[in-house]
């Protein structure tokens, strides 16, 4: 669900959660292309409605947390995970 969808829904119980970085691998060869996460959330319980990435290997990581986002996904089971390094879906663990 993308933000304007969660907010038409949902209104201000709406939380976003959003943060950039350069992916490892790029830094390492010296380059600092930024890429993007965002996390879609509603209520008290932050029930992840949308989860966007934009960057190197994203495509991947959408596809690794989708059937999770599918089974009620809360931020909380975020945080409670292990994070790949050095992979972009750390960044998604990994947002405050």
Do not use: N, W
């Amino acid at each position: 669900m993308t933000e304007r969808e969660a907010r038409e829904r949902h209104g201000d119980a709406v939380r976003i959660h959003a943060g950039s970085y350069t992916p490892l691998q790029l830094m390492v060869a010296g380059h600092h292309e930024q890429s993007m996460v965002k996390l879609v959330c509603v209520g008290e319980d932050e029930r992840v409605l949308g989860i966007h990435a934009l960057g190197p290997g994203t495509e991947e990581l959408l596809q690794g947390f989708a059937v999770a986002l599918r089974m009620g996904l809360r931020r909380h089971d975020l945080k409670a995970s292990v994070a790949i390094h050095p992979t972009a879906a750390e960044e998604v663990v990994l947002l405050r």
